[in-house]
């Protein structure tokens, strides 16, 4: 058999398997100080007893003839889609249907398929640092070309750094989709409405396909800022949505979200003609899936119900403030910080030049805190760091604490 040299040709390990890998070595060490984990973007739980108690309510029905659900709807149940229908778009008047609404088991499921959507030589571009699963799954498919000296020889990559202030600059080239990530997984910045309708625009009128990833949308603060592609017009005819449970309701272990392609949203076949995509993505459904399981579905529905919303954005706010504390502690120490504020990561520019990874050792030996070096997200993340706010408020203020000591030791 012959593999699929593009996977073999992929960089060294998934950016948190490695995180982990020298975590579980500096532990084995027995350091000093408990670890606390700033890395990945892990809720430290536990769900909202509204969302709890709709998961094991449906999960004991599961055991009686009356509650037993077989195969649902690979798409999702109306009973969840029409809540997402009310709750997340008609709040925000964007009116969409049920059938441009699919339910999976997570954003990073869905962002990574999506691209089965395109052809062989479609050209992709990233923003720059990017949540690596865009890049890594289009790798994998064999569309970026060959991996040399740190760069896809075939990805176009945007970046958004401190001196750009983090907005991308449109590529001159011919790019086919462009993945965006807002409010942004790494640098937790985002883009105004006007910035986003840009974008749009530049989109409808190169056909351009946006892949927006909304993951992180219930961290917005300010209702000028789109918690939605769709509250652009025209946004449409040009982006498939993806939103996630994991970081809104603390499902990183439980596992929800969904996608909406529009029914307006048309790529282009060989010949020329053009073809939506919403009943090319449910035709692949049909072949690949059976759907997230019914009680998980009646947890994500509970997130709605008034007790489950008060819940959960009491859990947000928590975080919110969170961030406001890092982002406070490392502004206060000089250094240059992005994000914190309408997302639950605060970038940084590390000390005196040093390389993420070299901080991120460094943080480690003499702090015992992780987080997550920005070369792990894309050569523009080079010399940041990424902390997330995804802890609890004893650990926030203790991590901020051995971080602005081991800053000062430097
Ligand atoms: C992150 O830390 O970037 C996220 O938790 C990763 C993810 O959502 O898969």
Redesign the pocket.
């Known amino acids: 058999m012959q593999v699929n040299h593009h996977i073999a040709q992929l960089p060294a390990g998934y950016l948190?398997a490695e995180v982990a890998r020298r975590v579980r070595e500096y532990e084995a060490r027995e350091p000093a100080l408990p670890v606390i984990r700033m890395g990945?973007?892990?809720v430290p739980g536990p769900l909202a007893p509204a969302v709890a108690r709709a998961f094991a309510d449906a999960a004991l029905g599961m055991g009686t003839p009356e509650g037993f659900r077989g195969y649902g709807p690979e798409g999702g149940y109306p009973f969840l889609i029409d809540q997402i229908l009310r709750y997340d778009y008609e709040a925000r008047d964007v009116r969409l249907e049920r059938d441009e609404v699919f339910i999976s088991d997570g954003a990073?499921t869905d962002t990574a398929a999506l691209q089965e959507l395109f052809s062989r030589d479609a050209r992709i571009a990233v923003t720059d640092p990017v949540?690596p699963v865009y890049v890594d799954t289009n790798a994998m498919a064999g569309r970026l070309g060959s991996y040399d000296d740190g760069r896809w020889s075939n990805l176009v990559t945007l970046p958004c750094t401190f001196d750009n202030g983090f907005v991308p600059v449109l590529p001159r080239e011919r790019v086919d989709v462009l993945y965006l990530c807002y409010p942004n997984?790494?640098t937790g910045t985002v883009l105004s409405k006007v910035q986003l309708k840009q974008i749009v625009d530049w989109a409808r009128e190169h056909e351009v396909l946006i892949i927006y990833d909304a993951?992180y949308k219930a961290f917005i603060q300010n209702p000028d800022i789109p918690s939605t592609i769709y509250e652009v017009p025209g946004a449409k005819e040009v982006a498939i949505e993806c939103c996630s449970y994991?970081k809104t309701a603390g499902f990183t272990g439980v596992r929800c979200a969904w996608t909406v392609i529009p029914r307006e949203l048309k790529g282009r076949l060989p010949s020329g003609v053009q073809v939506a995509l919403n009943p090319l993505w449910r035709r692949r459904l049909g072949s690949k899936v059976n759907g997230v399981s019914f009680p998980v579905q009646q947890a994500a529905a509970a997130v709605y119900s008034p007790e489950g919303t008060a819940q959960v954005q009491d859990c947000i706010r928590q975080y919110q403030e969170n961030a406001r504390l890092l982002l406070e502690a490392i502004a206060g120490t000089g250094l240059m910080t992005a994000g914190g504020v309408h997302a639950p990561y605060v970038w940084l520019k590390t000390p005196g030049g040093m390389s993420g990874w070299d901080f991120f050792d460094y943080l480690l030996e003499t702090a015992s805190v992780v987080g997550t070096p920005g070369e792990g997200f894309g050569n523009s993340g080079a010399g940041c760091f990424r902390l997330?706010a995804f802890s609890t408020r004893e650990h926030t203020l203790e991590a901020s604490r051995r971080i602005v000591h081991a800053l000062k030791k430097l």
Do not use: C, E
Request: aromatic letters at 18%; glycine letters at 10%; hydrophobic letters at 25%.
């Open positions: 948190f990945i973007g892990d990073k949540y997984n790494p993951a994991s997330t």
